[in-house]
């Protein structure tokens, strides 16, 4: 039998819920909340790693052939190189002229997620507030799986040596950037971390790495690198206390639960946000919420464009054997 | 250079019916060798993938809300061997794909459909304009494999049949909708939408065909 207080409370929860004032809506956060957590989530990492601009609709360029929302945006121009030459040569002509590309928006929502308010009333916890916050998260998770789909694309696939990965006409970003954008680099140490490191300033346009993205399992091999490696007194440190999030190797470390999307012994590096890619969001996050007699439902949704634009923005290394092979390898 | 087209060249409206955000539809992945308007009839395959037309003789009929090449729709996905992905305009995006629930397979050109037992009053584009429609008369659509004439038509497309009542085996092509509305001037159910595009008007049904 349920405790009348617990009933009570529900009854209020309800009575919030259902509420068309959003302060009162408010204090349906506020109410009962204990729960066992079966589960780790977290914050979409690639909002982190190319941080979100909100724009508006008069940031929206128009097309003629479609209703679909874009905005266009400019590249960083190329010129042909300066050249040598004996007294009375006049230059060459080159048309000034330079690329674009569209920044497409789609949409990314959750599950509606609905109920009878009668059974509501018999839970403990605040059910929607937990349903709330598991929307966010699975909003923030789908962004990250679309942004790794697409980075997975980008940086190509895995050369160790012995495959044709490392051909242009297997790999389009061997003839792009010259360098191949996913290796295998020997097992964790702090030589094949510093190999990984190469990964951006090895293309042709000579990157730096600004954020390294790994998983909360690989990270302990970092850890695990031992004085000798690391130095005592950052040895000492991670053998205490763990890997905090600190700056190793001048990288910010994005340290992600998402083995699924980041698996074991992967690191990826991305370049710094303006010589990456985009990430707009046009409408964030929006939880909608109905009641209806006695049915309430609510879902998420939100209006995103991103893009990995510049394929000599990232890169992934694998640490395993086969042993180390290098990033301008190429054929 | 070509002219663009316009939005509405391939259009489809659910004038009656629809119930917004709570009706039926499905959605799932273009099949990657096949392309769509809004307004095609569409089928799910044996690959899990919706395509254009019929799949199999007795498939659940749907019609596309979302054309392939939306770009929500296809998103960045122009990038392989060939052109340097720098100088493809959409190259990089994320919109239009997405990880499968393995984590490797990247789904794509994911579309919206409305299925032939949702009860809409429909309008479309995409049907065959050779061919007569009056009020009442079955809808069929085309098939991948066979050697009807029909055949030959674009995939996406319906068409008008007969029914032949008091026949041992009425159907040999499942009926996928229902003629609903005949310009009386014209004497046909072809009319013209507002920016002058051929369309029918018609009830999605699904009755399966019965081969001999």
């Known amino acids: ?331 | 250079m070509a002219s663009p087209g316009q939005n509405y060249d391939h259009l489809l409206d659910p004038i009656s019916g629809y119930d917004g955000m709570h009706d039926l539809q499905f959605r799932g992945s273009v099949e990657s060798t096949e392309d769509n308007h809004r307004g095609s009839l569409m089928s799910l395959n044996a690959n899990g993938n919706v395509q254009p037309g019929m799949s199999t003789v007795n498939a659940m009929p749907m019609w596309a809300i979302n054309a392939s090449d939306d770009l929500d729709v296809a998103g960045g996905t122009a990038w392989g061997a060939g052109a340097q992905p720098l100088y493809r305009a959409d190259s990089g995006n994320i919109a239009g794909q997405t990880l499968a629930t393995d984590n490797t397979t990247v789904l794509r050109r994911q579309v919206a459909c409305f299925v032939a037992t949702g009860g809409y009053e429909l309008v479309t584009t995409e049907f065959n304009p050779s061919s007569n429609y009056q009020e009442n008369n079955p809808l069929v659509s085309y098939t991948v494999v066979g050697g009807e004439a029909t055949d030959s038509r674009p995939k996406g497309w319906v068409d008008v049949t007969a029914l032949h009542a008091g026949e041992t085996v009425p159907l040999d092509e499942t009926i996928v909708g229902v003629v609903s509305r005949v310009n009386t001037a014209l004497g046909s159910g072809i009319r013209k939408e507002v920016y002058n595009q051929s369309v029918i008007q018609f009830w999605p049904v699904y009755l399966p065909a019965r081969l001999a």
Not at chain 1, 58 to 69: G, S
Not at chain 1, 80 to 109: C, K, T
Not at chain 1, 235 to 263: H, S, Y
Not at chain 1, 295 to 305: A, K, S, T
Request: proline share 6%; net charge negative.
């Open chain 1, 1 to 331: 039998m349920l405790n009348a207080d617990v009933r009570s409370r529900n009854e209020n929860v309800i009575n919030s819920l259902r509420s068309d004032d959003p302060m009162i809506s408010k204090e349906a956060q506020e109410g009962v909340n204990d729960y066992l957590r079966l589960r780790a989530r977290e914050d979409g990492f690639a909002r982190r790693i190319q941080p979100p601009i909100p724009v508006t609709p008069a940031d929206l360029d128009r097309q003629v052939d479609t209703v679909k929302p874009v905005i266009v945006k400019d590249v960083e121009p190329d010129t042909p190189a300066a050249y040598g030459v004996p007294f009375g040569a006049v230059p060459m002509n080159h048309y000034i002229d330079a690329p674009r590309y569209r920044v497409m928006f789609d949409r990314v929502m959750s599950h509606r997620f609905i109920a009878d308010v009668a059974n509501l009333l018999t839970y403990d916890m605040d059910i929607r507030q937990i349903f709330n916050d598991l929307m966010l998260k699975d909003i923030l998770a789908e962004e990250d799986r679309k942004y790794m789909a697409v980075v997975n694309t980008v940086v190509g696939p895995q050369y160790e040596g012995t495959n044709t990965n490392n051909q242009a006409a297997v790999n389009p970003r061997v003839d792009e950037v010259g360098a191949v954008g996913n290796i295998t680099v020997g097992p964790m140490s702090r030589a094949s971390l510093a190999h990984s490191m190469k990964g951006l300033p090895s293309t042709n346009r000579h990157l730096n790495p600004a954020v390294g993205l790994i998983n909360n399992i690989t990270i302990w091999d970092i850890v695990a690198l031992d004085r000798t490696e690391i130095g005592g007194d950052l040895a000492e440190e991670l053998f205490r206390n763990g890997f905090a999030e600190r700056q190793v190797m001048g990288l910010r470390w994005f340290i992600t639960i998402k083995t699924d999307l980041v698996p074991t012994n992967v690191v990826y590096h991305f370049a710094a946000p303006k010589q990456l890619g985009d990430f707009y969001t046009f409408e964030d996050v929006t939880v909608s919420t109905k009641h209806e007699n006695y049915l309430w439902e609510m879902f998420c949704y939100e209006m995103i464009g991103a893009t990995v634009k510049n394929s000599g923005g990232c890169c992934r290394s694998e640490f395993i054997n086969p042993a180390s092979v290098e990033w301008d390898d190429i054929a």
